[in-house]
């Protein structure tokens, strides 16, 4: 029972505290002086009070119970309700061995729930996920580590300060694991710098006897320093001008190749086709000359005067103007008007 | 006989009894102890947990904690061999392991923070100045994982300032540890290890490296950039050639059929016409005429010819 100097209306630590419990006592109390004085029963009941109270404790489900006999380690105990000797004897500590913490590096978790939200960090956060890598350029790392207590034992009795003991190795690990890589690396490839320093971790947990598992290590955003950051994104932006460029001239490609194909498909079948036409029509000229040779061969003056006449009488209707001259008369020729127009004579 | 005084009996029988309670004392697991009479230590430490007992009021009980405790080093400007300021802030573990030659020798716990910072304060610092800042950065000589391949960059490998190591910050902190540790040995402590928390640069230092990276970054911005020209010239004349290609080759077609055209023509004419040149000049003659005179042509026509030797004759 502790004093409560906020319940207590200006009294003090010295002014006997009315408490129902000791009420009820002392009108007991007063109940057994009138009937006859019974100090030892009184005691009595008072000592099993005593005893119920610090005989018997509940351990909760998310955790276990560790008993130590006169300072020494003696057992643990599961959830429910468990005995042990009285005070001064045996002493319980209830750690939460079922129950996961989380403890945070350069950012502030400001809801935790499915989707954490987290605050913007304080100077020493930033300080906290500031680190160098491989290539001795700084880079902002913030994580989270998750833990539970495997074993109380050791949680309890080996290390006085034990998250402090968390927080500083995981730092250190962080660091040694960031230390080992790249800029780039550390910008790209967070799951396999968290799997390492889980594994760097937990050992290093482990030869500190802390008892502690570290359930997860998750690094969260990893990215430059502010002042950085514009010239890192230039370069993403360069990427992308860079795929640009090759597309466009892709692109180009794409646009005129095909199109010089067909175009050379056309001036091939073109010619093809002249070929066509070019041997065809020689080998119907050619058919047509043998034919008629067949024919003027067999009546060779007749037909050629025929043809001559029949030539002469298909040309001479359509001629503009004509002379005939007789062999004998050679005069004539400087009296024709070559240039006047028209009209047969 | 009846006590005389059954008060007195009572008295001298709580008397001993509180006298034996003062004498027993429990040691916790997390502690050790040291007996003192009179300032004076009595006997060995005790070390393992449970129910003692000392002679009560003459002699003390002096707990010291058994547990791994923590030391924090004061984070300080150290220059390192290649004559960068960083701010290293080092962190140690340790136990008493020897709790009487502590009592002897530090006494508590603020007095031994104040040892070790002593001690490891100093060996962190040379440690950190007799060597280049990246051997405290790194631990290994690991090669960068190429992750240009994984990222779909096509940069060299210039842009990686991996620099080889040849001790690495496991063996710098080891060092610290094993110089400090034999100097704490004296006052009973175990320095169980040292670790290097942070590293960073001091705030000058800090803006000329952010100057550098810029400045790296915008070196390889640049040549992805020039890469993509690049690319996009090799696309272009790849093109270029390619149109060339296809359209002299099909000219080259489109003539050879063309040639294979005027040839074949050639020899059936041939064929056909060798048979008579005579009878061919005459029938390409007429046709020629035939085609080549119009109404606007003069026609002028002897009588002895052909068409008019008939006129003649009637005449």
Redesign the interface.
Known sequence: MVWDPRSDGGGGPWQPRTNPLEELLRKMGEGFRTKGPSPLLLLGILALLWALTTCIYKVDVEEVGVIQRFGRFHRTSEPGLNLKFPAGIEKVTKVPVRKIFTEDFGLRTLRPGVRTEYAAPSREQERESLMLTGDLNVVVVPWIVQYRIQDPYKFLFRVRNVRETLRDLSEAVVRQVVGDRSVNEVLNRREVIADEAKVELQKALDVADTGLKVVNLELKTTNVPEPVQPAFNDVNKATQDKETMIRAAEEQYNREVPAAEGQAQKVVQEAQGYFAERVNRAKGDANRFLSLWQEYKAAPEVTRQRLYLEAMGDLLPRVGRKFVMDQDQKGILPFLDLGQKGGGQ | MKPRNPILIWVLIAVVFFLGLGGLF??????QVIITQFGKPVGKAIQ????YFKWPLIQQVNRF??????W?GDPGQIPTLDKTFIWVDA?A?WRITDPLKFFQTVGNETWAQKKLDDIIDPAVRNAITSHM??EA????N?D??D??S??G?EETGS?????PITVG??KITEMIQENAAKKLEEFGIEL??V???????VEDV?KS??AR??QE??R???K??S???R???I??G??AR??AE??S???R??????G???A???R??A???S??PE??G??KS??V??KG????????????S???KF??KIR
Do not use: C, H, P
Request: glycine share 2%.
């Open positions: 429990v040691v916790d697991e997390r502690e393992e947990a449970g129910l904690t058994k547990t791994l405790l923590e924090d962190f573990r800042l990246i950065v790194r631990n290994t690991r960068e994982v992750i240009r994984v990222i960059e842009d990686s300032l991996f620099i910050r496991y169980v290890d670790r290097m928390k942070r590293i960073l640069y800090q490296v952010f990276m810029i970054r915008k390889i911005a640049e992805i950039r890469e993509g020209k690319e996009a010239n696309i272009e790849n093109k390619k149109l296809i359209s080759q099909a000219y077609e489109a003539e050879e059929i063309k294979r055209a005027e074949e023509a050639a059936i004419y064929q056909a016409y048979g008579d009878f061919y005459l029938l007429l046709e005429y035939s005179l119009d109404e606007k042509s003069t026609l002028v026509l002897d009588t002895s052909e068409l008019w006129l003649k």
